[in-house]
């Protein structure tokens, strides 16, 4: 069976989504409708309101962004913002990755040719 591009795109992107909407929130505030069509845009995949709204509250309990009522429009909307908590998890989470990264690239240390316990 082939690898199938989407579902890899979408796993990788499940696992990084919090990250992902902390970077997309260190560029401009964004209401929650506007984090999905940036995901939908930029990555090619989709996360509906149940999965979105659900981590922008977890996230702003955890202090990383915070959140306004936007009543200038037709219709009240809350905007999201990056907090300089957020930004910091944003950064650690962008070095912990570069590591990440560099470790596969580089190759892993291989284990020991001898793994027998010692007794």
Not at 17 to 26: G, H, M, R
Not at 76 to 90: A, I
């Amino acid at each position: 069976m082939r690898p199938n591009k989407k579902e890899i795109q979408t796993k990788l992107m499940r696992g990084l989504l919090d990250f992902v909407i902390l970077q997309f929130l260190k560029d401009q505030p964004m209401h929650g409708y506007q984090v999905i069509s940036s995901l939908r845009k930029n990555f090619g995949v989709y996360f509906g309101p149940s999965t979105i709204y659900p981590l922008l509250s977890l996230l702003e309990k955890k202090g990383y962004i915070k959140s306004h009522w936007d009543i200038k429009n037709d219709r009240p909307r809350k905007v999201y913002s990056l907090t300089s908590q957020g930004m910091e998890m944003l950064n650690l989470t962008r070095v912990s990755l570069n590591h990440i990264y560099r470790k596969l690239e580089n190759g892993l240390d291989k284990p020991p040719l001898n793994t027998a316990c010692a007794q």
